[in-house]
């Protein structure tokens, strides 16, 4: 039996392998994490009209999400309210209705249940519609174009949840005056690993890069000598980590960085961008937010450039389903937005140079944590543990050296307070850098 209080300690910073594996505290995530806590849906540019539908998955509950007549967006649970089954079986497209394949059901773009067949025949007309709609999602949050769901009325309100991720997010969402669009389609892959090592590297983890991604490096900058990432400690970075969410990456030179990641065209259209990125932005930020986020439990995303979101829909304790979609700033040339998408498949993607290495690193760990003893090894998370500092840098919020492991204290903090079952309203919004440094410096005597 499990200790639900001791399977993480970010205050000393170590982490319960079984929290990777065990199936009870998996079930438990489903209801207690991902059943109140915000979590990504759709972006407009996939419901550009009226009817537009995609179906996508609130961790293992599959939802429709709908543009409506008005121009709103709602969701609710793909499922039948008569047996259970789909009410949709197509990944996206346009609608006036769905309706169940097993039975007839039928249902409107807002959920609501409007025919069944052989009413008065089989149910003598006494069946209340009213009452068998779809189940809803209760609520929806639309962030820069951006939705959001959570089945919960006691999560805080969006920007509320975001807290000082905001300035992070908006260093990608909100970069172009003409916005962004995800790219068609969604790619999907499968990866045997615990859904929290993905999530959590992308919050967290930089430190990785050198070695794991060297021979990708090499590759895609044609340069021998590369070693995979900045080794250099006196490069600076930073690391953002709050509320659960992260971000992180190195300072860059410049506002646009030509290679290795633009040919020619994308670099010279984004130079002609600069200004417009600093007058939204600011100067800062430009070029000190980049690289690796993720917004709790399971959206991330990479810098332009790499250009790539996505959601870890977590399938069991071992396994899960990515889907992933290239974002591009929707007033681009379509050579530019095709060049972005081409980098991205290079890169980021199921055959992508550096995405194979973290999945070989994420499924090879769960293999290794089949064993018995393995399970009883605690991993350790301190890096950088009592180094955090607040608001500085010109970066809002609680943030360490790039290669430290602040971010993904904050994650596992949050996902601890949440599996536990502690109410909204007694999680405190983390501040936590005297309490790492209190924590640190009593392991220390």
Known sequence: MIDLNTMVDPDRGWNDPRIYTDQDLYERELEHVFGRTWLFLAHDSQLPKPGSFIQTYMAEDPVLVVRQRDGSVKAFLNQCRHRGMRICRTDAGTSKTFTCTYHGWAYDLAGNLINVPLEEQAYRNEIDKSEWGALKVPRIANYRGFHFGTWSEETPEFEDYLGDMAFYFDAVVDRFDGGLELAPGTTKWVIDCNWKFAAEQFASDMYHAPVSHASAMMALTEDPNASGGQTDPNIPGRQFGGNGHGSGGFFKPEAVMKAPYFGDATYEWLRTKEDEHRQRLGPERVLKVDNHNTIFPNFSWLALGLSTMRVWHPRGPGQVEVWAWSYLPKDAPDEVKAEMRKMT?????????????????????????????????????????????????????????????????????????LVTGTPWAQIQKPNRASEAADAALTDKA
């Open 345 to 417: 498949q290079r890169t980021f993607s199921p055959a992508g140079s550096f995405e194979t290495d973290d999945g070989e690193n994420w499924t090879e760990i769960q293999q290794v944590l089949r064993g018995h003893k393995a399970r009883t090894s605690r991993f350790h998370t301190g890096m950088g543990l009592g180094y955090e500092e607040t608001d500085v840098h010109g970066l809002p919020g609680t943030s360490n050296y790039v290669y430290a492991e602040h971010a993904a204290r904050g994650f596992y903090r949050r996902w601890s307070d």
